[in-house]
């Protein structure tokens, strides 16, 4: 017997999942799932009529986004507004994403860095980093657990991305404010390209930035901010077993009166937000950047 995992990648449906099976495995019900497809397009149509829909693992994968979309408090229109950018499906950034992703297919890590300058030539940093890399990362992570690609493609795909954020942030403009952001990942959590990132567009608006990366611990993340003046804290947790030691940073943080912005899937659901000292910073890193340098610049710390 196939497990739900399996039906959702596909891998154990060739000709696609039937719509009763989407709704069980995605959890969402079938009315719900007619109702995006008529009204919005989620995912696009390729019924043949008369025959019964099908859902492909690509199509099964624009479902999940949707669903985790709206889990995140966001209405049903704009949530598919968002699951289209996310895919690329919409507007320059498709064109770039599949460079990328034919760049990390063929395992060119040049070719991956110099599809994130062409991304950033044509749609900015903010469009580089929001609509070209983060969606790509995604789509890399959906291969590599439907088994498409290896852990070898998102090694150096990561890598390639990680170098060229760390080449970004060479060349960005010399800091203008005093005191420094700290960025760091809960103490469970190795996934640092979202906070990297934002640190290269914090830097952009004239904050210096500690980078303090993986696995940090409580201790060590009071520590370097206190050592270093925080003018504010970033914490990222991505997964769900990692949320309660980055919450213990968090408040040990806010205890230190520092003012404190976290992000993450370990947050994404309102539920998993409830009673967190700080302020969640959503999915957005040029949103993001736009919150921590309000918040900061209107506390007058410079
Ligand atoms: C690259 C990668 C790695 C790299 C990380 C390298 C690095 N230095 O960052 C390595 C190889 C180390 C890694 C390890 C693992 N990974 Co990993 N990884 C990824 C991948 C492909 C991209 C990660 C990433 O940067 N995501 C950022 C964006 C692209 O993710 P997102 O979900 O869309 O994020 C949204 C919000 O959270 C928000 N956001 C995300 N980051 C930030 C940061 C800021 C500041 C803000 C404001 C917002 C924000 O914006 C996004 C929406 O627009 C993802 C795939 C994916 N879907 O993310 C898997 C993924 C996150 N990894 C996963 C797993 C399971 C693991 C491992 C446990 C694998 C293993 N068995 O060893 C380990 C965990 C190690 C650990 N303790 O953390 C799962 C997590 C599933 C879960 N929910 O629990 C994912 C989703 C892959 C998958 N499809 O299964 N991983």
């Known amino acids: 017997m196939s497990t739900a995992i399996e039906i959702e990648n596909g891998e154990a449906a060739a000709d696609g999942v039937p719509i009763a099976e989407a709704s069980r495995v995605l959890r969402v019900p079938m009315p719900t799932l007619r109702s995006w497809e008529l009204r919005y397009g989620i995912p696009e149509s390729a019924r043949v009529p008369g025959k019964h829909r099908r859902y492909s693992p690509q199509e099964m994968h624009t479902l999940r986004l949707m669903r985790d979309e709206i889990a995140r408090g966001t209405r049903a229109s704009l949530a598919a507004q968002s699951v289209r950018t996310l895919l690329g499906i919409d507007g320059p950034a ?14 060119d890590t040049d070719g991956v860095r110099a599809e994130l300058a062409r991304a950033t030539e044509v749609l900015g940093l903010d469009g580089c980093i929001d609509e070209v890399l983060l969606p790509a990362l995604r789509q890399i992570g959906q291969w590599w657990e439907a088994g498409r690609c290896d852990i070898n493609q998102e090694h150096l795909t990561t890598e390639a991305a990680r170098a060229w954020l760390d080449r970004s942030t060479a060349y960005a403009p010399p ?3 005093r005191n420094p952001i700290v960025l760091a990942c809960g103490p469970g959590d190795l ?3 979202g906070l990297e990132a934002l640190a290269l567009l914090l830097r952009h608006k004239g904050w210096p930035c500690r980078l303090l990366g993986a696995h940090t611990s409580t201790m ?9 003046a925080a003018a504010g804290v970033v914490i ?8 309660r030691r980055a919450l213990a ?12 912005f976290y992000a993450g899937n370990a947050f994404s659901s309102a539920r998993r937000r409830l009673q967190i ?19 900061l610049s209107a506390r007058g710390t410079i």
């Open 220 to 228: 060590s993340l009071t520590t370097a901010s206190v050592a270093a």
């Open 175 to 177: 800091p203008t404010r």
């Open 191 to 193: 996934h640092t390209i």
């Open 94 to 107: 498709a064109e770039l994403i599949r460079a990328f992703l034919d760049a990390s297919t063929r395992l």
């Open 236 to 243: 990222v947790a991505h997964l769900p077993t990692g949320r």
């Open 249 to 260: 940073s968090l408040t040990a943080v806010d205890d230190l009166k520092i003012p404190v």
């Open 277 to 295: 000292p700080g302020t969640y910073l959503g999915n957005r890193l040029q949103d993001a950047c736009t919150v921590i340098d309000s918040a």
